[in-house]
């Protein structure tokens, strides 16, 4: 008798721990969504400050390169994105010190710094999600459903640093 109660004890406090992971995992699941929906917002917010700085830089052929790598940031999906924000960011390189000193650069380097925070606040919740999902009971049990395995945003986000 008592080795059954036990054993319902034990069955239990698994039921919790299981119903608690699931619940967890979800949450963290959230919080990766929300992190990139906020970045998504950041660097839509660079591409079209660098966009704007465009008719500023001095060398054409380098201010026609920030244009169209601007404007494809605005149009990139999520399955090319990190390829886009690259380009984005060597064009930057290239074309930040050839702009004009009236160049209103205040927003892009604003815009930066917020993508860079932004990507900060991704890539850990993205760690912490998957930091639980290769423990082995929620990989056993698919707590985490048909969810796919979160990804870290990783770019060159140093064009405007220094």
Known sequence: MTTLVWVLVGLVLLGAYVTWTAGRLDRLHARVDAAWAALDAQ?????AAARALAPFVEDPASAARLD?????????????????????????????????????????????SKVALARSFHNAAVKDTRTVRWRRLPRLLRLAGHRAMPTFFEIDDTALAG
């Open 43 to 47: 660097l839509v917010r660079r591409a």
């Open 68 to 112: 169209e790598a601007a404007h494809r940031a605005v149009e990139a999906g999520a399955e090319d994105r990190e390829t886009v924000e690259n380009d984005l960011s060597r064009a930057l390189r290239v074309a930040v010190p050839r702009l004009a000193p009236t160049a209103p650069v205040d927003e892009l380097r604003a815009a930066a």
